[in-house]
């Protein structure tokens, strides 16, 4: 089995690190070697031993895999902003064809490897260069989350219209419920995208907050095997 997904979104906040975290450990518990990477991280917080990228090593702890911090991120940026305006602020010049050496580097060591973007699609890695470009680069399969509220439909089909009218493949999309209490626009979602773009891979209900225990590995496992289509994904 070799498969290769850009895990990339809607918007930003909308759960695309937990939806990857629970696709992992199904996987992990499937027997299958999962490989996570994010290729840049912002608002990456300082620490004694550098900057710490949360959310590459919540992916990489559901994941099992112990890669060291360079491997699975390789740019990690202080400020909270678009990589590309992060990057600037600290004097870098991103290079989109280091970050898909990364990417296509970390493919070698797993059976399925998770990339997960910044924000959306077309979010800026470089003034002409976006995540769209890094998927094209590396041949990945997009996995789109939408934050499951009012407002989605729009965004969920400007993002999936252009990926497809760019030539990029879109293995499917995952709608990820952000809230405890779902309004009417949540609960009418699913239906009116399967409709638009047919059937979703899932949707996976409120998860509530994830930490990296062991009792959060079966959690995010069990929501995904359960609400979650990951042999249409994996074939």
């Known amino acids: 089995m070799s498969a290769r997904f850009l895990i990339t979104g809607t918007d930003t906040g909308i759960g695309k690190t937990t939806v990857g975290c629970a696709i992992a450990a199904a996987l992990r518990r499937r027997g299958i ?16 031993g550098g900057l710490v990228a949360a959310d590459a090593q919540q992916l990489a702890w559901f994941a099992g895999r112990s890669d060291a911090l360079d491997r699975i991120c390789p740019v990690r940026l202080p400020d909270a902003l678009a990589p590309l305006v992060a990057a600037r602020r600290e004097g870098l010049e991103l290079s989109l064809r280091a970050l898909a050496d990364a990417v296509d580097r970390h493919s070698k060591t797993c059976d399925v490897q998770l990339v997960e973007g910044a924000g959306g699609l077309l979010v800026p890695i470089t003034a002409h260069q976006t995540f769209a470009d890094l998927a094209a680069a590396c041949d990945l399969a997009l996995i789109v989350v939408i934050g499951n509220r009012l407002g989605c439909v729009n965004h969920a089909s400007l993002t999936m219209r252009w990926a497809a009218s760019a030539g990029l493949r879109i293995a499917g999309y995952i709608l990820n419920t952000v809230h405890a209490a779902p309004d009417l626009a949540a609960d009418t979602n699913a239906a009116l995208l399967a409709e638009l773009h047919g059937p979703s891979l899932g949707v996976l209900p409120w ?29």
């Open 33 to 48: 070697e999962v490989g996570v990477i994010k290729p840049i991280e912002t608002g990456c917080a300082p620490s004694a």
């Open 207 to 235: 998860l509530g907050s994830i930490r990296s225990e062991e009792s959060d590995r079966h959690h995010l496992a069990d929501a995904a095997e359960q609400h979650l289509r990951l042999d249409a994904l994996l074939a």
